[in-house]
């Protein structure tokens, strides 16, 4: 098998097969076709695309791990002079463990969208949307070149929009839609210009024609300045991974996108668009690796998210919004794990993060369901005994999330601590502070949620003391209870006066089958995925020849030097200062929330002016109001009084009327109508000529 090409129509099955699904359910499962299908031909033909995908995806990962690839040429979109514009296909050890990664958990999300989304109206839009989603990322990471990169990038950016806004009729997700959509905007600019750039110099699009110029354009500057092209061009790419990956400064959209259903924060926020910049870096290692300048400033985003984001977690109450500031900071982990040119390793913490991260947000979800959509983790309480899949498998999302030696996040971000300890760039201080701090952090953030919605009394069922945020699904959604039906009604009833959740003496209940299901399938991987392929992907030869990581950045080879197996190093990990952070994490939030719950309201009462900070998200949203926009506002204000009304209206469009009026009012003086008043001014004209050319005439 060694060497051989893989076929590429059975690629091409890979992301067709969920656009297949996407456009049954899409143009004949709404009104756009007359709804010529319903949901059960619309759920089943997305999640058999989906399926099929994932099929194609396994083997074509099991194919390159015997030695297959392909790089080539699928359709020849237009040749202008020497550019070819195509779309084409890389398929290595990266892009293969990616779509397994993305058609896993979007199968999933699939199944579990059938329970979630069951009574809600726009049921086939949003089983479209998420086919259409999974099919716009596989581009992405399949592309051989930045031209189908950019596609994938933009079309998931432009379906993210969609589904933060699937519920059109709320205010609060219209915000939240254009929100995510501007931001990714910011750093999409930023995208284009590194590409750009690449192309300018490199005069091709394809991956593997730039990287075998990459010594050639080492050495070059940007015009006009000493600054190197490549640390450029580095730097503009890995802006548009800011904008898409959630780092500070442009994260701000990313906790306001889960005004969207539940199953696209798994989709969106786990396995699939956010991570699109973490590959897009992984995949550019060759240029990266040149511009030590360019992972500083990586190295620095990466940590400034991973901890501040992290303490954004530790004051939400909003059962989701806790699970996508662990999302923000566990990217901002990634990052730095880029920036310590530990590529594989950010690799490797993006799968296992995919895993336990999905599984997190669809049991979050699952919650949601059996509190009737209250999601306020102040009015829950005890659900352990009345939801034991969703518990059991939260706590396993959880272990995973804060690193306990053997589940699979404990070896991705170990391996990336251990990664920044050895690294020498400018920036390594404050990224070995910043993750150590984050492993506490993030420990306390998670079981204080954990802790307040599985554990301790009942604080559902009562007249609520605690507001909500009201970031409930909209009445269509309402239904999605499992098998509570007769409460539909009465619930609704109660959603017009702003009231949602449990009514005294309901208690909660169990999700059904195909809510719980897809989290049983999620917890097995957040499990056991991390000690089943930490060697080869990190020690072994999984990614050789795909990632490069120069010599001058050792902290690959000291952690290879360190590792001793999967099961020698947790049990090292015991004695290490992440797992007596994540400890003292956990004992402090079960400490604070379980048994003295006066200590959180001292602190609060105490630090009263750090909790307004964490509350208003750092002014970052607010500063983006007050300079962005209010700047635009200035901008448009001034070019619509300026060069609309004055400029346009007043000189142009009204000062050329006034003009041709002027002249009208001239010539209408000349214009009488008597024939012996023109017949004198032609004698007057021919006059003229013959005066005028009085001295060319010939002397006699």
């Not at 915000?175 to 284009?192: C, E």
């Not at 006034?658 to 004209?685: D, E, N, P």
Request: aromatic share 14%; net charge negative.
């Amino acid at each position: 098998m060694a060497g051989q090409l893989l076929n590429p129509n059975l690629l091409l099955a890979v992301p067709l097969a969920p656009l297949a699904g996407a456009a049954i359910a899409g143009l004949l499962g709404t009104q756009f076709l007359g709804n010529l299908v319903g949901r059960k031909t619309s759920h089943t033909a997305t999640i058999l695309g989906v399926l099929i995908a994932f099929i194609l995806s396994v083997q074509t990962l099991l194919a390159v791990m015997d030695g297959a690839t392909f790089n080539g040429t699928i359709y020849n979109w237009m040749t202008i002079g020497t550019l070819k514009m195509e779309v084409g296909f890389q398929i290595d050890s990266l892009s293969a463990m990616m779509m397994c990664v993305v058609t896993f958990v979007s199968l999933m999300v699939h199944i579990y969208t059938i329970g979630y989304m069951k009574d809600d109206e726009g049921y086939n839009r949003f089983f479209a949307y998420i086919s259409l989603f999974t099919f716009s990322m596989l581009m992405l990471v399949m592309a051989n070149n930045f031209l189908q990169l950019f596609f994938g990038w933009e079309a998931v950016g432009l379906v993210s929009y969609l589904l933060i806004g699937f519920w059109y009729q709320r205010p609060t997700a219209i915000v939240a839609n254009m929100k995510a959509f501007l931001v990714n905007r910011v750093g999409d600019f930023g995208f284009i210009l590194g590409i750009g750039l690449l192309l300018a110099y490199a005069g091709t699009m394809n991956y593997q024609e730039v990287f075998a110029k990459k010594d050639e354009l080492a050495l070059l500057s940007l015009p006009g300045t000493d600054w190197a092209l490549l640390t450029v061009a580095c730097i503009c790419l890995f802006i548009g991974a800011m904008g898409k990956s959630a780092q500070f400064p442009l994260h701000v959209w990313l906790p306001d996108s889960m005004e969207g259903p539940t199953p696209i924060s798994a989709l969106i926020h786990a396995a699939t668009m956010v991570t699109a910049g973490i590959f897009m870096v992984s995949r550019m290692s060759p240029l990266f690796e040149l511009s030590d300048t360019a992972l500083s400033f990586i190295l620095v985003i990466g940590s400034i998210t991973a901890l501040f984001m992290g303490f954004l977690g530790i004051i939400q109450n909003d059962i989701k919004r806790v699970v996508a500031y662990s999302t923000l900071s566990q990217l901002g982990y990634m990052t730095v794990a880029l920036g310590s040119s530990a590529y594989s390793v950010a690799v490797f913490h993006l799968m296992t993060h995919a895993f336990f991260k999905a599984l997190l947000f669809l049991g979050a979800g699952s919650v949601i369901i059996g509190m009737h959509h209250d999601q306020d983790i102040r009015n829950m309480g005890g659900l352990r005994k009345y939801m034991p899949i969703t518990w059991i498998t939260s706590l396993i999302g959880s272990l995973a999330l804060i690193g306990t030696p053997l589940f699979s996040g404990f070896y991705s971000k170990d391996s990336i601590i251990e990664a920044v300890e050895a690294t020498h760039i400018w920036g390594a201080g404050f990224a070995q502070f910043a993750v150590l701090a984050g492993v506490f952090v993030t420990a306390f953030y998670s079981f204080r949620m954990y802790f307040l919605v599985f554990h301790g009394k009942e604080r559902f069922g009562q007249a609520h003391a605690h507001g909500h945020d009201d970031h409930h699904a909209p009445k269509a959604a309402h239904g999605a209870h499992g098998d509570a039906h007769d409460d539909h009604h009465e619930e609704e009833e109660e959603d017009d006066h702003g009231h949602h959740g449990l009514e005294p003496g309901q208690k909660p209940h169990e999700s059904p089958f195909v809510v719980w299901f897809p989290l049983v399938m999620l917890a097995i991987p957040s499990l056991i995925i991390g000690y089943l392929t930490i060697g080869p992907m990190l020690h072994g030869d999984f990614f050789k020849g795909v990632i490069f990581v120069g010599e001058n950045h050792p902290a690959m080879e000291e952690l290879s030097h360190e590792f001793h197996g999967a099961m020698a190093m947790a049990i090292h990990g015991l004695s290490t200062a992440p797992f007596w952070l994540a400890l003292s994490g956990v004992v402090a939030a079960y400490y604070c929330y379980m048994v003295n719950p006066r200590v959180p309201a001292w602190f609060f009462a105490k630090f009263h002016a750090i909790h307004t900070l964490l509350d208003n998200k750092y002014y970052m949203d607010k500063f983006n109001e007050v300079v962005f926009a209010g700047g635009a506002r200035l901008l448009g204000n001034g070019l619509w009084n300026f060069g609309d009304k004055k400029l346009i209206d007043g000189l142009l469009v009204n000062g050329s009327a006034k003009v041709v009026a002027w002249l009208s009012s001239l010539s209408r003086v000349l214009q009488t109508g008597y024939i012996y008043h023109y017949a004198f001014v032609m004698i007057l004209g021919v006059l003229g000529f013959l005066i005028y050319f009085l001295p060319f005439w010939p002397a006699k």
